[in-house]
């Protein structure tokens, strides 16, 4: 195996799919003109844009005026949050609901808004990573001017009840928000039936390329722009359009929504397998997040006795790719936000691995896989003192 890289963080990023970039190319050295542009040769560019557009709306039962291109999934994120409070704090009220769980791109606005003197409620999850919808129903105030909650969770996989927490949203005339970088061109989204009025994806976490998202925005919101310039996107993302970035965006969201039903399936047969290996082969172990409302890619796992990043450096010497949770926290020594509001104890947070699949993984990548962990993990609790056998 050496030399080869089995790719096990698909949450962290994607491979860019060679009909994405083949798309994605003459947009880079023959269409290069600037959208907005009057002449003709502008017009492929613009053209190009429109498709993507469509195929981007499509995913989610848009319409293509409510798809607005942004440079990623961060940014939406901050957007969303930001542009509501602008618009309709004064009007409303500065209160967002939250979770305990979102990416920190939710979470960091957040904090950002309460030193602006917004109040942001933090609602639990249970030990499954699900909202607790009685508390979500308990934190409604008159002034809660927007509720955001991520659609699938990027580190343990839940999928919150969307559809249900829209509903309520809308019962308030609440605006909801939903962070759905890791569900969009995943699982099934409408955002008609699920009351979406705001959503954040992005490209490169479906195979498309990087530094490009969307948010789609409802045409009952009226949020202002974010980026100040130019007219581009009805004057509400001033900047050139990365029209190499949309096209590739478009095509991946394309391949995504054609494939998902048999990509899913597959990927969740690879999960399985793997998480049955796991937890029948190494000792006290812990299998993360919910069974059965979870993205088909996601495992997650907790060892007792073991540090999550050795493991993840030993992995890496054999040529396996995994995350110890979010790539934001690699590196710091807080266990995950996302765990520890799940209720796994500190210790056991620590000993934590997250492993995202692809439809490019194989069997024999996750049997490796499986046979090297055991093996790492042994090697690593014969080293712990607190480890008896
Ligand atoms: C990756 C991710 C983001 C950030 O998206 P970028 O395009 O990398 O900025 C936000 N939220 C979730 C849930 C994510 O997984």
């Not at 992995?315 to 590196?331: M, N, V, Y």
């Amino acid at each position: 195996m050496m030399g080869k890289v089995i790719y096990l963080d698909n949450a962290a990023t994607t491979k860019v799919y060679d009909e994405v970039v083949e798309a994605m190319l003459p947009y880079f050295t023959e269409y290069y003109g600037n959208p907005s542009a009057v002449y003709t040769f502008a017009g492929q560019a613009n053209k190009a844009v429109t498709i993507a557009r469509e195929q981007i709306a499509k995913v989610i039962g848009a319409r293509t005026d409510e798809i607005y291109f942004t440079g990623g999934g961060s940014e939406s994120d901050n957007w969303a949050l930001k542009a509501v409070i602008e618009e309709y704090g004064e009007k409303k009220g500065k209160h967002i609901i939250t979770t305990t769980v979102e990416h920190h791109a939710i979470l960091h606005t957040c904090e950002y808004l309460e030193s602006l003197g917004c109040e942001i409620t933090y609602v639990n999850v249970d030990e499954e990573g699900m909202i607790r919808m009685d508390e979500l129903k308990a934190a409604i105030r008159p002034d809660t001017v927007l509720i955001s909650v991520m659609t699938a969770n990027n580190e343990v996989g839940t999928i919150q009840p969307v559809e249900e927490i829209g509903a309520l949203a809308h019962e308030h005339e609440i605006i909801f928000h939903t962070d759905a970088v890791q569900a969009f061109g995943h699982i099934p989204i409408d955002v008609e039936k699920m009351h979406i009025d705001l959503l954040s994806a992005s490209g490169h976490k479906i195979n498309g390329p990087k530094g490009i998202g969307m948010m789609y925005i409802n045409k009952s919101v009226k949020i202002k722009s974010f980026i100040h310039g130019g007219a581009q996107e009805r004057q509400r993302r001033a900047g050139t359009l990365n029209v190499p970035g949309i096209v590739g965006f478009g095509k991946a969201a394309e391949i995504a929504l054609r494939d998902m039903e048999k990509r899913s399936k597959y990927e969740e047969e690879l999960r399985n397998h793997l998480a049955e290996r796991v937890m029948n082969e190494i000792k006290y172990a812990k299998f993360n997040g919910s069974k059965t409302s979870r993205l088909p890619n996601n495992a997650n796992f907790s060892f007792q006795y073991v540090e999550g990043e050795s493991m993840l450096i030993l992995l890496d010497q054999r040529g396996i790719c995994s995350s110890s949770g979010s790539a934001c926290t690699s590196g710091s020594i807080d266990p995950s936000h996302v765990l520890t509001a799940m209720g796994v104890p500190e210790e056991l947070a620590h000993g934590s691995i997250r492993l995202t699949l692809s439809e490019l993984n194989t069997l024999e990548e996750i049997d490796y896989t499986v046979d090297e962990l055991k093996k790492i993990i042994e090697r690593l609790r014969s080293m712990s003192p607190l480890y008896q056998g």
